[in-house]
């Protein structure tokens, strides 16, 4: 059975997806999940795009075991060095380099003949060599470019030094047969390829980013790009949950597999949409709310009788378990500690005293506490970022005859400051009161509730987005009340855009 390398893109191009930008700490705490989920590479970054992609490129190198960590590098001098910068002190490192290759890319965009393309794509990957073995290049477009040329400039690429060549659908263009042939058309004309691997990277525009990836290893494909979720630039990347799923359950047709602990695959979801604030459809394949619902009296009778009647996988093997009453407001520090562990998450003992603590005030509003609940206050205990604005006081009036109003007090850098203000619904006055003490010139981009688990003293999840000078964060607020939640969740959103601007 061959193994397929799963290089997961989350944290680079899983965060172009517009408002799933994240901090620092946040990407470590995906970091850490992808580790647990057993992925070969993790794509970190794109280190010389900004301070903060370099600086989390390296706290993950320095800080997550397991995965090879990777930072991606435009074929340029000033790029490569500073992948290298970042990377360095990883211990299993790798820089990835890409140069485009077809001809509009290199007509219209970077004003270049294909020779200079491929000189200057050889170069960088020596460059890259220079630093560390593990070197990857990508031909971008590879999907509209000649496949003479293309196989020419894998060719030189891997004779540079290049131990994984990536032959990238930049545009989600590709059909999975044609796609398919164009890996065969590499394996077959491409002198050297047995001395790299073939990796593919699909976007999902025609919404075939995972049958093309799937259609690649049929046709000799030993690594695969993707994303938790599917997020990524546009419409998407290939989903890590689907192409994994993909072949652990066609074993029979694709035979190979992957090196990833499926039961962490919901467990990264959820993470990585707590995280981004992308929720994902309920009918996504895999992770979905609705993937595993059976509505129809026929299938329900089936699965009562026999599982596999109308049941492909498991719900456990993505590690869904049916939620278990857990915890409550008796239980104690030994109890939350233990179910904590058993959910994958170690923390310090200043992590847990603080999470303890915010676990009793949630015990104190909502009787029985789920898996998903601890889920969601730890990873806030993680995602916290430094507070420029804290919420003192909220006080809401409203109903059927009368004006939504809203007191607000918030303590900004030490000072309280105290607003009135009224609203088209509670949540609107409470936004306005906000927006008027902080001054904030940042503009609304999305506003979403869920509730995390069934019942009316459910946690509700908030997640606001805003956008100020082209930058745009998401915040996030829980709590069993709504307009608190609301409120948290916009003040997490401006602490983020202070600390950004800081
Ligand atoms: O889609 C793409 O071509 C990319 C490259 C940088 C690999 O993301
Ligand atoms: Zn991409």
Redesign the pocket.
């Known amino acids: 059975m061959r193994i397929i390398k799963i290089f997961d893109?989350t944290l680079?191009?899983g965060e172009?997806s517009p408002g799933a930008s994240m901090n620092v700490a946040e990407k470590l705490q995906v970091a850490k999940q992808l580790a647990r989920l057993g992925v070969d590479i993790i794509e970190a970054g794109f280190a010389i795009a900004s301070p903060g992609d370099f600086e989390a490129i390296k706290t993950i190198g320095n800080e997550v075991e397991g995965p090879v960590i990777c930072s991606?590098a435009r074929a340029k001098e000033e790029d490569i060095k500073r992948a290298w910068e970042a990377i360095k002190e990883a211990p299993r490192k790798r820089i990835?380099t890409?140069h485009s290759t077809s001809d509009i890319h290199l007509k219209h965009q970077f004003r270049v003949s294909r020779e200079e393309a491929l000189k200057r794509s050889v170069e960088m990957v020596r460059l890259a060599k220079s630093f560390v073995d593990d070197v990857e290049f990508?031909p971008?477009?590879?999907t509209r470019t000649d496949v003479v040329y293309l196989c020419e400039v894998v060719e030189a690429v891997i004779e540079a030094g290049a131990l994984t060549v990536?032959i990238?659908?930049?545009?989600g263009y590709s059909i999975p047969s044609e796609f398919g042939a164009m890996i065969k058309t590499i394996r077959e004309r491409v002198k050297n390829i047995d001395k790299a691997v073939i990796a593919v990277?699909c976007?999902n525009d025609l919404g075939l980013a995972t049958s093309n990836s799937l259609s690649a290893v049929l046709n000799g494909a030993g690594q695969i790009?993707c994303t938790i979720n599917g997020i990524?630039?546009r419409a998407g990347?290939c989903s890590m949950e689907e192409v994994v799923m993909a072949l652990r359950t066609r074993r029979d047709i694709f035979n190979a597999d992957t090196n990833i602990k499926t039961e962490e695959i919901m467990r990264s979801s959820r993470l990585v949409t707590k995280i981004t604030g992308m929720y994902v459809q309920p009918n996504k394949a895999i992770v979905g709310a609705n993937a595993f619902a059976h509505e129809s009296g026929i299938h329900q009778d089936g699965l009562l009788k026999e599982k596999s009647t109308y049941e492909i996988i498991r719900p456990e093997t993505i590690g869904l378990h049916k939620t278990k009453f857990v915890l409550g407001k008796h239980s104690g520090r030994h109890a939350f500690r233990t179910r904590l562990n058993e959910l994958g998450y170690t923390l310090n003992d200043n992590e847990l005293n603080s999470a303890f603590e915010r676990f009793k005030r949630l015990a104190d509003l909502k009787k029985e506490i789920y898996d998903e609940d601890l889920e969601f206050l730890i990873t806030e205990e993680f995602t916290t970022v430094p507070e420029t604005y804290s919420l003192v006081d909220l006080n809401i009036s409203s109903g059927m005859n009368q004006k939504p109003t809203a007191v607000i007090k918030l303590k900004v850098n030490e000072e309280l400051i105290e607003k009135t203000e009224h609203g088209d619904g509670p949540v609107d006055a409470v936004f306005k009161a906000i927006a008027f003490i902080t001054n904030t010139k940042s503009n609304l981009l999305k506003y979403e509730v869920k509730a995390i688990t069934g019942g009316t003293d459910a946690l509700g999840e908030v997640v606001v987005s805003l956008e100020e000078d082209s930058n745009s964060v998401s915040g996030h607020g829980n709590d069993t009340d709504i307009i608190i939640a609301s409120a948290k969740a916009y003040i997490n959103a401006l602490n983020k855009l202070s600390a950004r601007k800081k």
């Open positions: 893109t680079r191009d172009q991606l990835h890409f990508s971008m477009d590879a990536n990238p659908d930049t545009v990277h976007h790009e990524g630039e990347n």
